[in-house]
T-cell receptor
């Protein structure tokens, strides 16, 4: 079964600083990887996804993520954080099981942005 | 348009009430999902519908009853819930072929069971 580890439950960064959120996955085959963002009381918005091809993936809102198979990682980055980026970030891995696709989420990383 | 809508936004119900949550998408997606999300936790899969048929029930108690009347609509009927069922209930729909799946989420219904 697949699993996702987000080692940082809470991260605080200054506005304008760079950001990296860590994500490690466990899955026996080629994974489908996602990053979602959730603002308080809201649903999840897809930031970016990796299925195959270029291991550096560009997403919305200036985010990017790099898939590193050797490290089983899919870390999310942003060069300059804005106050509006404060939210909960979920890394997820998708896998085919029993003929359907199941997405497993990590526990999430809460991002706080300070002035 | 990549929008999934959910109604109501908030719901308060007693343990003897019967209520329903509604989810709608008009993107032509043929798979729809219900998730439950407790505070400070990731979403947990409850049900998967594929082509209007229930594909997966993740051992959800029978007090939750899903229904998919057509390809655009997904309901979750609630009856005799417990206070521990209070959570954010998220609906999602899936695009793409089985080889690559992106789920689009609605804003959720925040449920409080008294």
């Amino acid at each position: 079964a697949q699993s996702v580890t987000q080692p940082d439950i809470h991260i605080t960064v200054s506005e304008g600083a760079s950001l990296e959120l860590r994500c490690n996955y466990s899955y026996g085959a080629t994974p489908y990887l996602f990053w979602y963002v959730q603002s308080p009381g809201q649903g999840l918005q897809l930031l970016l996804k990796y299925f195959s091809g270029d291991t550096l993936v560009q997403g919305i809102k200036g985010f990017e993520a790099e898939f590193k198979r050797s490290q089983s990682s899919f870390n999310l980055r942003k060069p300059s954080v804005h106050w509006s980026d404060a939210a909960e970030y979920f890394c997820a891995v998708g896998a085919v099981s029993g003929g359907y696709q199941k997405v497993t989420f990590g526990i999430g990383t809460k991002l706080q942005v300070i002035p | 348009d990549t929008e999934v809508t959910q109604t109501p936004k908030h719901l308060v119900m007693g343990m003897t009430n019967k209520k329903s949550l509604k989810c709608e998408q008009h993107m032509g997606h043929r798979a729809m999902y219900w998730y439950k999300q407790k505070a400070k936790k990731p979403p947990e899969l409850m049900f998967v519908y594929s082509y209007e048929k229930l594909s997966i029930n993740e051992s959800v108690p029978s007090r939750f009853s899903p229904e998919c009347p057509n390809s655009s609509l997904l309901n979750l009927h609630l009856h005799a819930l417990q206070p521990e069922d209070s959570a954010l209930y998220l609906c999602a729909s899936r695009e793409g072929s089985i080889a690559g799946e992106t789920q689009y989420f609605g804003p959720g219904t925040r449920l409080l069971v008294l």
